[in-house]
């Protein structure tokens, strides 16, 4: 089946490690996104990506970097420099950026807990 | 950037229709709405989006007023798995024709037996 795989699920760190998260997809689509949610909250964007080897920040990138070395692939990294990492993570992707049309499919998302 | 305000919560009895509204009063003219639902700990899930006309697939139906200043989505027999928080987003440029979606609190549906 087509889909967004987010591992892992659930992940424990303790403070002042830094933390890679993995978001795989097979749907061929070119942009990817991470955003995070917090308790209670709507999401926010921390990056995206359009193509491969490119991407861009989004409205909280502090603390965060990605990368885009394949179309399939879109991990992000929760550094130390993140003041408040313990969030619920959801990576998407879709089709292009959304230029006119077009939805985003998400992961089951990645909850990260800091000690 | 246009904006959007939902009501926090609603209740709806299971098998009846549930009106889920939203004001989006800033919208530009080309500027998509769209609504997503997230069921507790997972990704969202796409609805219907829609620009000017009303709109209607297997899910539910998205009625936008003429002006474009407020929308209402149509879940027309709502189910116990349709309790959800949902999102009615209205996309936000990001660089040249690119968009992105914003995701606010969105409106708590509970059904209810």
């Known amino acids: 089946d087509g889909g967004i795989t987010q591992s892992p699920k659930y992940l424990f760190r303790k403070e002042g490690q830094n933390v890679t998260l993995s978001c795989e997809q097979n749907?061929?689509?070119?942009?990817m996104y991470w955003y995070r949610q917090d308790p209670g909250q709507g999401l926010r964007l921390i990056y995206y990506?359009?193509?491969?080897?490119?991407?861009q920040k989004g409205d909280i990138a502090e603390g965060y970097s990605v990368s885009r070395e394949k179309k399939e692939s879109f991990p992000l990294t929760v550094t130390s420099a993140q003041k408040n990492p313990t969030a619920f993570y959801l990576c998407?992707?879709?089709?292009?950026?959304?230029?006119?049309?077009?939805?985003?499919?998400f992961g089951e998302g990645s909850r990260l807990t800091v000690l | 950037d246009a904006k959007t305000t939902q009501p926090t919560s609603m209740d709806c009895a299971e098998g009846r229709a549930a009106n889920l509204p939203c004001n989006h009063s800033?919208?530009?003219?080309?500027?998509?709405v769209y609504w997503y639902r997230q069921i507790h700990s997972q990704g969202p899930q796409y609805i219907i989006h829609?620009?000017?006309n009303n709109e209607t697939n297997e899910m539910a139906s998205l009625i936008i007023t003429e002006d474009r200043k407020s929308s209402t989505l149509i879940l027309p027999h709502a189910t116990l798995r349709d309790t959800a928080v949902y999102y009615c987003?209205?996309?936000?440029?990001?660089?040249?024709?690119?968009?992105?979606?914003?995701f606010g609190s969105g409106t708590q549906l509970t059904v209810l037996p």
């Open positions: 998407a992707s879709s089709r292009g950026l959304l230029a006119s049309t077009g939805e985003l499919f």
């Open positions: 749907l061929n689509h070119d942009a």
């Open positions: 990506s359009q193509i491969v080897n490119d991407f």
């Open positions: 800033t919208i530009s003219g080309n500027e998509y």
């Open positions: 829609g620009l000017k």
């Open positions: 987003i209205v996309t936000r440029p990001i660089s040249g024709s690119a968009r992105q979606l914003t």
